[in-house]
């Protein structure tokens, strides 16, 4: 059984531009959340969606937003890029909201 | 503020001895929660989920919840070269103060080192 694929691996980014990251979850699975992982932070959650619709949401700027498709695959969006935003981001799917979540390998967004 | 809290480490332990590591969480709303282990430069791997109060057993690992005390643990039994990483705390069924649900809280996580 496939695993939870996200795209792209790594990204270099200049600051103000914006970037969409990819995730397609472990089949059948149909809810999928996001993670921002950086040294200081931790892991920080952004929010989650299950049968396209956002169903959690972290303490994010309005900057960070994202969607589902019916197909369960995930896309998130950062818009206007700041340096702070150099991250790993970790996408996980779950059978359900709140359940056991399994992780991707993660995007690195360095910008610069 | 809703927080789950762990000691940082690093934990040191001799092959062949039980680890234990230990989290506390703030929110007594808390539902599930889940230990992750992450080597260095990969993404957090899913190795134990616990509900219910008591312990739950899975080969070398045990997990022990203590509602009441909010506390929730994690023993490696024979422990390994290879089970030295970053073990992460999360728990979910909480809510923020500022309203509304949210997905999973992660401990800073622990930094473990098995010594052979």
């Known amino acids: 059984k496939a695993g939870v694929t996200q795209t792209p691996r790594y990204l270099i980014k200049t600051r103000g531009q914006q970037v969409t990251l990819s995730c397609s979850p472990i089949s059948g699975h149909r809810s999928v959340s996001w993670y921002q992982q950086t040294p200081g932070q931790g892991l920080q959650f952004l929010f989650e969606?299950?049968?396209?619709?956002?169903?959690n949401k972290g303490n994010f700027p309005g900057r960070f937003s994202g969607r589902q498709f019916s197909n369960s695959r995930s896309e998130m969006n950062v818009s206007t890029l700041e340096l702070g935003d150099s991250a790993l981001y970790l996408c996980?799917?779950?059978?359900?909201?709140?359940?056991?979540?399994?992780f991707g390998q993660g995007t690195r967004l360095t910008v610069v | 503020q809703k927080e789950v809290e762990q000691n940082s480490g690093p934990l040191s332990v001799p092959e062949g001895a039980i680890a234990s590591l230990n989290c506390t969480y703030s929110d007594r709303g808390s539902q599930s929660f889940f230990w992750y282990r992450q080597y260095s430069g990969k993404s957090p791997e899913l190795i134990m989920f616990?509900?219910?109060?008591g312990d739950k057993e899975d080969g070398r690992f045990t997990a022990q919840l203590n509602k009441a005390s909010q506390y929730v643990s994690l023993l490696i039994r024979d422990s390994q070269p290879s089970d030295s990483a970053t073990y992460l705390c999360?728990?979910?069924?909480?809510?923020?103060?500022?309203?509304?649900?949210?997905?999973?809280?992660f401990g800073k996580g622990t930094h473990l080192i098995i010594q052979p």
């Open positions: 999360a728990v979910t069924g909480a809510r923020y103060s500022g309203g509304g649900a949210d997905g999973l809280t």
């Open positions: 996980a799917s779950s059978l359900r909201v709140n359940t056991e979540a399994f």
């Open positions: 616990i509900y219910s109060n």
């Open positions: 969606y299950f049968s396209e619709t956002q169903r």
